[in-house]
């Protein structure tokens, strides 16, 4: 089984065209770490007066730089400038005590070149789980990049984040408020073990709008909730999840809690580096989309969209063009919340597929079969319950994802 | 994507000698659902006196057959014969209204041709989902073969009722008791849609020994949890599974409650029959075996055993032959049930590979990416949390699973 070196056929034509952010630098370099020929570290630089929210992995064995992160997030800071550092390559994660001593030493370096204390320097590391992180050779790395001073447009930091991604993900929405125009940018890497509670999956979100540190908390978790909480690549949950934003304010421009402008533009931006993400699932073919209407709650919603989008059989179907609506049925009832055989409608975007307890009047086989040759499939159900709805996201299941998985180290 | 005809390479050398069992008349047909060449119908014949205990699948969106059998297993009963009657190909599961009056045709029929009540006729029905069962052919072939009175043995039996199957499977055990012997026997099928809270899996045991009705549902339904409910294939949960066991007594050997050979021997056969089905896995190239140790509680045992066995980046990683321990990092930190990094110990076969949160100091790549190269692959986990273990079966993820389920239906 060969590694899949191919560009995603489901990526975007171009990276997006995303201005830099006043109080914001990036640096990249090539450590060496893993990949040969690529830069492998990127440093955030972000001027004094910027507020840093963050959400992490729910895995019970998260990463050293995970905890580290965690600790920080929450803390009273002066107003110091700050720093996000990311290395790809090596996930510093199930590596004892040693993947602390790599953090600190790391997250030190970083605090002594550019004169800012320690907590205000957030790091992540992605890649192989369980080999010690060679730490001196990203130490080096750093010196000598922020020595250097030539820095990086965003396309850059984007692609030194990045494992088996098949493209560089970034993103930008310009928010007009009264009192001017904010600018809000991120980009993000993860391409396997991408799950809901977060995914392998590296998001940094940055604007120059000036916002309080809870209200950007509370933006965040809300928003990430709806976005990277609700896609799924394989159902795999990474060790080292994290989605930051930093506000640097340096447009000058105040954003307060629940501005509807702000979040529907940072909703905007988000959903788009979401998809993004999972159009880049290793080995996906079709984006799809599973929208559920009318469940007895939230709850049950999720678990309803989280089944079908992690089932290998409507995974496989997908990815073989087959309607084969019936792995639909059999993921709604295994989904553990309520459904009613006789009340579910099933749809293939605009086409009633099944409805009453069985395959709709009007629908045939071809019209199926027609809709799945579709790049971006949609699968709804009502489940004419309650009034719950969620939209969630993934990508179909190939040979190309076991020839991935099967010699990821080798 | 052609769908795979050869044999598994897990799958024993031949089907066992397996003798007849006193009141259990096997015959078979070829209906002509979906298969050619092949026979399609299974009728077992149970004699006067026959008990018969059943579990079935926890799918809210059960096929007609399922809610036909829940509805009459607990029933009181004359001691009429009865008869089990089963077809592959098609699964009459979410056919609406129609679903049940398939059900109540084939069923009507048996009892019929049989004179035995209709409450005394159990049946399940396998293959696609969401298509009409066109019951007639079933009936045609049900008089034909009652007519013909040509009994089959239990190979023929365990034929009939293959899907995707490529073997049949079959298992036999003999208890010794005060009295006597007893013999129990069993076949089954299910090569896709496996997971916990039964599978695309159907399963008939027989056996004649003497045992009454509440005493039999005891003991399926505990040994039930620890074989068929604690193996999986893709962790899909399919509509129509059923473990249906008849002892007709006509051994003469009474079995009361709590009964250690008679559980051990049940417990063996069931196990047996669960690994063949495992075994039979589509695409499956290695049995593996995941054993947890000193979880919390069972819940949380059995959480992080479904986690790993269910994880795609495992099962991938399995089908490479890359010890990729992280992965089983990953799942246990994924699962939602409690683990304590440090405390986790990690085993391939006896092989220590992981404990104090990182790589075990005498592991090597080279021991681990040796003992992978085996057919079984045993992974152990010692959370050293509290006292409760558990054992579960999967197999690994190839690329012939996505070929086998890309195109089931064309």
Known sequence: MAKIEKVSPLAPASFPDIPA????????????????????????????????????????????????????IHLKHSSSGAAIVVNSGNANAFTGSRGKVSVEAITSTVAEVLNIPRSRVFS??????????????????????????????????????????TYPKGSVRKVLTDQGEITIVGIAKGSGMIAPNMATMLVYLFTDASVKKDALQSYLSKINERT??????????STSDTVLIAATGKSGIRIEKNDKNFSQGLVSLMTDLAHQVVKDGEGASKFVEINIFNARNNTDAKAHAKSIANS???KTAIAGEDPNWGRIVMAIGKSGAQAERDKIKIFFGDILVAEDGWVAPN??????????KNTTIKISVDLGLGVANTTFWTCDFTNDYISINADYRS
Do not use: W
């Open 228 to 237: 990277f909480n609700s896609i799924s690549v394989d159902g795999d949950t």
């Open 363 to 372: 629908y045939s086989e071809e019209l199926g079969a027609q809709y799945m």
């Open 124 to 165: 992540s590391s992605t890649g192989v789980i369980g080999e010690e992180l060679p730490h001196s050779l990203i130490i080096d790395a750093l010196r000598k990049m922020v020595a250097d001073k030539s820095t990086q447009d965003i396309l850059e930091a984007a692609k030194a984040i990045m494992t088996t991604d």
């Open 312 to 314: 290998p059989l409507v």
């Open 21 to 72: 952010i006043k109080g914001v630098k990036f640096l990249t370099a090539s450590a060496g770490l893993k990949y040969q020929g690529r830069s492998d570290v990127m440093l955030a630089i972000l001027d004094p007066g910027t507020e840093i929210a963050g959400v992490f992995t729910s895995s019970s064995t998260r990463s050293s730089a995970v905890i580290d992160c965690e600790e920080k």
